[in-house]
């Protein structure tokens, strides 16, 4: 079974510029979700989706957005970047099982530098 | 507010001993915790799972306790080896929009000597 797949692994963008970066989930599994990881914050939950629909955000600014297409796989975008947006981004596709307990599958994370 | 804390400091072992890390949360009822190893520039991989009911919960040479009264597990390493070496994340579920999100600590990262 493949694991999940993010594209792409390094990315180097310029303040104000726009990234999108993609994830694919482990095959049947449709909830996604994207996590930011920087040394000083540790590993931050930005968003969830689930069946095209986003269930949850966290506590990050409207220029983080993402969505969800019909085959489960899943886009995040940030408009306009800034410095401090440089981190490693990291897409999670989630098994339920038992009484909603989830095991979340990690992809390889995309490499974002901002200069 | 909601806290989750893991020791920051790296801990130092020799091979073949018991790593012991811990994680400890405030305003939390999680209904789950999780533990996760992370190795540099790769995404956590999910170890093992434990249930705001269960005690403890063994994996080969992995065991986690769960004290709900004291808001804190305990993850070990039984005949650690250099491969071992590795930060170890835990994760509160906390049930949020009709799902369980998995809120993470900073990590402790374990080295493991030969």
């Known amino acids: 079974k493949a694991g999940v797949t993010q594209t792409p692994r390094y990315l180097i963008k310029t303040r104000g510029q726009q990234v999108t970066l993609s994830c694919s989930p482990i095959?049947?599994?449709?909830?996604v979700s994207w996590y930011q990881q920087t040394p000083g914050q540790g590993l931050q939950f930005l968003f969830e989706y689930f069946s095209e629909t986003q269930r949850n955000k966290g506590n990050f600014p409207g220029r983080f957005s993402g969505r969800q297409f019909s085959n489960s796989r899943s886009e995040m975008n940030v408009s306009t970047l800034e410095l401090g947006d440089s981190a490693l981004y990291l897409c999670?596709?989630?098994?339920?099982?038992?009484?909603?307990?989830?095991?979340?599958?990690f992809g390889q994370g995309t490499r974002l530098t901002v200069v | 507010s909601q806290k989750i804390e893991q020791n920051s400091e790296a801990l130092n072992i020799q091979e073949g001993k018991t790593a012991t890390l811990t994680c400890n949360y405030t305003?939390?009822?999680?209904?789950?915790l999780q533990w996760y190893r992370q190795d540099p520039g790769r995404g956590p991989v999910f170890l093992l799972l434990?249930?705001?009911?269960?005690k403890e919960k063994r994996k080969e040479r992995l065991k986690v306790t769960f004290d709900t009264t004291l808001k804190q597990s305990l993850f070990h390493i039984t005949a650690s080896q250099p491969a071992d070496s590795a930060t170890y994340l835990c994760?509160?579920?906390?049930?949020?929009?009709?799902?369980?999100?998995?809120?993470f600590g900073r990590g402790t990262s374990l080295i493991v000597h030969p």
């Open positions: 305003n939390y009822s999680p209904a789950y």
């Open positions: 095959s049947g599994h449709r909830s």
């Open positions: 434990i249930r705001e009911n269960e």
């Open positions: 999670a596709s989630s098994a339920v099982f038992d009484r909603g307990a989830t095991e979340a599958f």
């Open positions: 994760a509160l579920d906390s049930a949020a929009g009709g799902s369980y999100i998995p809120t």
